[in-house]
C-alpha cells in the first residue's frame, strides 16, 4: 500500500506565501500523476495542481499565475509553492497520487490526510 503524509499548511494572512510537501511511502513500485486538490467548507472537493511523471502540469483557472506544483520522483515527493495567497483559497489541501504498489500490482488513487491552510485579512 502508499502512505501520503501532508505537511506545510498553518495560517498566513492575505497576500503571503505558504508551501506545501507531500511526501509517498510504502511497497511503491511507480507514480504516475501526482496533484492536490482543496476542500472548503460546504465545497465539492476541487482540483488545484496536477503534475505528470514526465513533469507536465496542469492548475485550475483560480490558482495559474499564483501556485507552482513541482516533484522529485527519487523522494516520492511533490510540493505545492503557494503564492499570493487569497482568503479565498483557505481550505483543506489534500494530497493525491496515482501509484503502482504492491500487493495489487495495479495504479490506484491514493490521499494524504488534508493539511489545512487559512488564509486571514
Known amino acids: 500500500q502508499v502512505q501520503l503524509v501532508e505537511s506545510g499548511g498553518g495560517l498566513v494572512q492575505d497576500g503571503g506565501s505558504l508551501r506545501l510537501s507531500c511526501a509517498a511511502s510504502g511497497s511503491i513500485l511507480s507514480i504516475n500523476d501526482m496533484g492536490w486538490y482543496r476542500q472548503a467548507p460546504g465545497n465539492e472537493r476541487e482540483m488545484v495542481a496536477s503534475i505528470t511523471r514526465g513533469g507536465s502540469t496542469k492548475y485550475a483557472d483560480s490558482v495559474k499565475g499564483r501556485f507552482t506544483i513541482s516533484r522529485d520522483s527519487a523522494k516520492n515527493t511533490v510540493y505545492l509553492q503557494m503564492n499570493s495567497l487569497k482568503r479565498g483559497d483557505t481550505a483543506v489541501y489534500y494530497c493525491?497520487?496515482?501509484?503502482?504498489?504492491?500487493?495489487?500490482?495495479?495504479?490506484?488513487?491514493?490521499w494524504g490526510q488534508g493539511t489545512q491552510v487559512t488564509v486571514s485579512s
Open positions: 493525491n497520487a496515482n501509484a503502482i504498489a504492491k500487493p495489487t500490482y495495479f495504479a490506484s488513487d491514493y
